[in-house]
T-cell receptor
Framework: GAVVSQHPSRVICKSGTSVKIECRSLDFQATTMFWYRQFPKKSLMLMATSNEGSKATYEQGVEKDKFLINHASLTLSTLTVTSAHPEDSSFYIC???????????????FGPGTRLTVT | AQRVTQPEKLLSVFKGAPVELKCNYSYSGSPELFWYVQYSRQRLQLLLRHISRESIKGFTADLNKGETSFHLKKPFAQEEDSAMYYCALNGDSSYKLIFGSGTRLLVRP
């Protein structure tokens, strides 16, 4: 149980276009999902917290108009990179926090990540 | 400010040797601390959390509030332990995790 999927796993787009990445919790409901960016050989940088039915909370330095987040249901959050540029090329990872958990209230399950390459 | 520090980028040991991956944190309250592991070409997964006081795959970690540390230890490393290990902290009501920079553990035969 507690599986999180991301789609697509890999995407290449041209500079100036937009690309949407989906994050789904497959067998549990997630009121809260998180979006991270991982640079090569570096740690995960939290970009934003996505809450079902409300606006996302962005971390300092993350442009909300560039990285649009929509948490349409308890099992789906999307990240849209608008007007992508080569510097947006990165590995984007989502995680989902179960609405109900028998473990830690901070427990998160991670997706496999999406490799975005902007040419 | 909340911060997690993992001072070692790479830790290389021989199979059977003891392992200690260091993690220090800064937080004024009572944090929850976690260790996550990422094996090659796999997603990040929870290894253990301090509130459980459990041993997973032979790894243990004790929260030392005096030293603000949460070091990960294993008495006898195995080759399959080779992976990236991230220490993470959560201390507020937002449920977000603050990750350290990670330590790559390489266990050589």
């Amino acid at each position: 149980g507690a599986v999180v999927s991301q789609h697509p796993s890999r995407v290449i787009c041209k500079s100036g276009t937009s690309v949407k990445i989906e994050c789904r919790s497959l067998d549990f409901q997630a009121t809260t999902m998180f979006w991270y960016r991982q640079f090569p050989k570096k740690s995960l940088m939290l970009m934003a917290t996505s809450n079902e039915g409300s606006k996302a909370t962005y971390e300092q330095g993350v442009e909300k108009d560039k990285f649009l987040i929509n948490h349409a249901s308890l099992t789906l959050s999307t990240l849209t990179v608008t007007s992508a540029h080569p510097e947006d090329s990165s590995f984007y990872i989502c995680s989902a926090r179960p609405s109900r958990s028998s473990g830690s209230r901070y427990e998160q399950y991670f997706g496999p990540g999406t490799r975005l390459t902007v040419t | 400010a909340q911060r997690v520090t993992q001072p070692e980028k790479l830790l290389s040991v021989f199979k059977g040797a003891p392992v200690e991956l260091k993690c220090n944190y800064s937080y004024s309250g009572s944090p929850e601390l976690f260790w996550y592991v990422q094996y090659s070409r796999q997603r990040l997964q929870l290894l253990l959390r301090h509130i459980s006081r459990e041993s997973i795959k032979g790894f243990t970690a004790d929260l030392n509030k005096g030293e603000t540390s949460f070091h990960l230890k294993k008495p006898f490393a195995q080759e399959e332990d080779s992976a990236m290990y991230y220490c993470a902290l959560n201390g507020d009501s937002s449920y977000k995790l603050i990750f350290g920079s990670g330590t790559r553990l390489l266990v050589r035969p």
